[in-house]
């Protein structure tokens, strides 16, 4: 006679490690971003937790820092290949710039018909502040030791030296992204100016190799591992401030600068 409690106690687990927001932007009051310090203890328990059969990353970012998103899919591809457990993303608004890098550490890809992917370049965005300093009669007072310590200062005029040297920097960075992501999805790059900094909505970016399929966490996992596969959801515990909705300046100036960084996919910030 089967035991009836077989088949939960025999359940396939797969852990849900939602990546959500901008990735290394400034903690805010009572919040905080992804970083790869801020989010290594839940990434080791997604993979070190109760034997998973696979982790489940859900993507919701519109990227950020280069260094903190190759720092965090460097850690989840290390622990991954360590604990020889596959990794799934499911993109849910947009998985671009950095989202996108983050993305590449999964083994597949998974999109909602409505996704944004993509955005495979590097952006810097600045003002110039000099004319109305002039106009308002402030004198700007600066001293550096080190000829380039004020590159690129918004309160001076931009110098032609400072502009080749960014651009120098971007291309750097720009290798960087196009080498991760070339090393990852290999031959399921199919389309053209993949890395011209362009984005794609959901099933384009399956036919051009950026993801592998359009499909939901819930019926993808159940479909690999069984209609009984358990989820276990591994996220941070909310501090005290943001449970009682309190904001403070760093908060407000936090959510203007990331609802700059979603409004360029045309969203708005969760």
Do not use: C
């Not at 939602?18 to 790869?36: A, K, N, Q, Y």
């Not at 110098?159 to 971007?170: S, W, Y």
């Amino acid at each position: 006679m089967k035991n009836p409690l077989r088949r939960f106690l025999h359940r396939d687990t797969v852990s849900v490690l939602r990546l959500e927001g901008v990735i290394g932007g400034g903690s805010r009051l009572g919040g905080g971003s992804l970083t790869d310090a801020g989010l290594a203890p839940l990434i080791e328990s997604a993979f070190g937790k109760g034997k998973p059969k696979a982790v489940a990353l859900v993507i919701n970012s519109p990227g950020g820092s280069p260094a903190q998103s190759s720092l965090i899919a460097a850690r989840i591809r290390r622990l991954a290949d360590e604990k020889k457990v596959p990794v799934h993303a499911f993109v849910e608004d947009v998985a671009a710039s950095g989202g996108y890098w983050l993305a590449t550490a999964a083994d597949h890809i998974h999109v909602d018909p409505s996704s944004i992917v993509g955005s495979i370049g590097v952006i810097s965005a600045s003002f110039g502040f000099q004319e109305l300093l002039s106009r308002q009669g402030i004198e700007r007072r600066v001293h550096t030791a080190g000829e380039d310590k004020s590159m690129l200062d918004p309160f001076r005029p931009e110098r032609p030296e400072d502009v080749v040297r960014l651009k120098e920097l971007q291309a750097l960075i720009h290798r960087n992204f196009i080498e991760q992501v070339t090393a990852r999805r290999g031959a399921r790059l199919t389309g053209e100016k993949l890395f011209s900094g362009d984005i794609w909505v959901g099933q384009a970016g399956v036919d051009v190799g950026l993801a592998d399929g359009v499909g939901h966490l819930v019926p993808v996992m159940r479909g690999l591992h069984g209609e009984d596969v358990r989820f276990r959801l591994v996220s941070p515990r909310r501090p005290l401030i943001r449970r009682l909705g309190l904001p403070g300046v760093r908060e407000v100036i936090g959510a203007v600068e990331e609802r700059a960084l979603w409004a360029r996919f045309g969203l708005g910030a969760p």
